[in-house]
């Protein structure tokens, strides 16, 4: 017996994250993923460039596997001294971004720096995803 695929039955892994992502916080109008990013292509590189307030490398896990970027963390609450908040809008507690690369990355080169509470992420492209430039011989 075949499956039809309906509009409402993904049929990939990343069609499955878009559709969770609209269930999650930050997806409604007015709300905004944490953290918020920038990312886009330059060269033989992917930049990401991640809003992180507040945190520490050693609050921030970063993880790359094949074409997928996941940022990973935890952001204190604060409630240690007793404050008695009027409104709070930033998030605490643990949080995790997923990006969907547009290609592979080299792994092992990727570089990560943290300054001004904003996370830069530098993936070079594996070597397959590079664009070459080919010679046109006479024929």
Do not use: Y
């Not at 596997?65 to 990973?72: A, P, Q, R």
């Not at 605490?92 to 971004?97: C, Q």
């Not at 570089?111 to 430039?133: F, H, Q, S």
């Amino acid at each position: 017996m075949w499956l039809t695929r309906s509009p409402w039955m993904p049929a990939t892994a990343s069609e499955l994250d878009r559709l969770f992502n609209r269930l999650t916080p930050g997806s409604l109008p007015g709300e905004h993923p944490f953290p918020a990013v920038n990312a886009w292509e330059e060269g033989d590189r992917l930049h990401v460039e991640a809003e992180a307030p507040g945190l520490n490398m050693e609050d921030i896990k970063l993880l790359v596997v094949g074409d997928e970027l996941t940022i990973k963390g935890r952001r204190d609450a604060g409630n240690g001294d007793k404050r008695v908040f009027h409104r709070r809008e930033r998030g605490a507690g643990e949080f995790t971004r997923v990006l969907a690369l547009p290609c592979d990355v080299d792994t092992d080169n990727v570089e990560a720096t943290l300054k001004n509470g904003v996370l830069t992420i530098i993936l070079p492209k594996a070597e397959a995803a590079r664009t070459r430039k080919i010679t046109v011989r006479a024929g």
